[in-house]
């Protein structure tokens, strides 16, 4: 498996098993049946409300804790400085570990930022006493990494965020490469083109996208290998969610073929501008404040 260096000295393997929208009762099986097949990172969240199943996978699996590179996110309404450290406190709880190798803010809140700002302070507090190997910021655009950076001493090691062919959020790239933060790919086969939900109606399901299609075949791959591969090859480091284990174990099927550069070229044009997913700008009412419950 190939690993990436964070801007700290950290390494996490380039890919993971993501559970966003993983069902609670599936998740357990699918985390032991991704690290049973080679898997050694697991991104969570605790507003997936899966994370005590993470943890009875991970304790299945039976893996030595260093071996796997565990990442979870704090809800907004888990923001605050106290709040925070008891956030770290719940969802450690939940997954049955001491430390984490990346906690991150789930979502910036760009009306509250002063709550967002405490919550990355906390952060860095855990950084500092050892609770917690990497710390990072999901759903961040450049605006809110530079109000992040005006306040706060450590540059995140991460910034997860929506990002398939068909959005590919280059003016975020760009400033994370620039602040030396690892972008980190959420829906990198673009699951978000194509669940069900409260998501855009015009979206377009860019796992039937005929370019990615035609390169596929071209190298006796899936639509999904070939985006993973293409993340990859980027440099990024991508979490594809699957509960299913022939899936799972695709998905992991992607460092034996290489996409040259013209086939590079041609999934970067795919880019329509247009998330999928909610902007991070938008007020969701009191989305942000479903609380997260105890251990
Ligand atoms: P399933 O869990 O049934 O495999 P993303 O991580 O980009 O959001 O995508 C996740 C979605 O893609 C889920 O609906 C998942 O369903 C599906 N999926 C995962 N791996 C593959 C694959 N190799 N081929 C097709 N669909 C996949």
């Keep these: 498996m190939e690993t990436i260096t964070l801007n700290n000295g950290v390494t996490l393997p380039a890919l993971g098993l993501g559970v966003y929208q993983s069902a609670p009762e599936e998740t357990a099986d699918a985390v032991a049946t991704a690290l049973e097949l080679g898997y050694r990172h697991v991104d969570t969240a605790a507003a997936y409300f899966n994370e005590k199943e993470v943890g009875d996978g991970l304790r299945r699996a039976g893996l030595p804790r260093d071996e796997v590179f565990i990442e979870t996110k704090v809800f907004p309404s888990d923001y605050g400085f106290d709040e925070t450290l008891h956030a770290f406190e719940k969802s450690t709880r939940k997954l049955g570990v001491d430390q984490l190798d990346l906690f991150i803010l789930h979502q910036p809140r760009p009306g509250l930022f002063d709550r967002t700002l405490a919550a990355y302070r906390a952060l860095e507090k855990l950084l500092a006493d050892g609770s917690v190997r990497a710390i990072g910021v ?10 992040l950076l005006a306040e706060v001493d450590v540059v995140p090691a991460v910034n997860q965020i929506e990002l398939h062919p068909y959005f590919q959020q280059p003016d975020v790239q760009s400033a994370d490469a620039e602040l030396g933060i690892l972008t ?16 855009r109606e015009d979206r377009m399901n860019v796992m039937r996208d005929p370019t990615i299609a035609a390169i596929a075949e071209t190298h006796a791959k899936s639509p999904a290998q070939v985006m993973l591969r293409w993340g990859i090859q980027h440099g990024r480091s991508v979490i594809p969610k699957s509960t299913n284990p022939g899936r799972i174990a695709q998905n992991l099927d992607v460092f034996d073929f290489a996409l040259d550069d013209e086939e590079m ?30 251990a």
């Design 265 to 294: 070229t041609r999934i970067d044009a795919l880019d329509t501008g247009k998330r999928a997913g909610v902007d991070p700008d938008e007020p969701r009412g009191d989305f942000y404040d479903r609380p997260i419950p105890e």
């Design 184 to 199: 980190q790919a959420w829906s990198p086969i673009g699951g978000i083109t194509f669940y069900p939900g409260p998501w």
């Design 138 to 147: 999901s759903n961040f655009k450049p605006s809110h990494l530079k109000r």
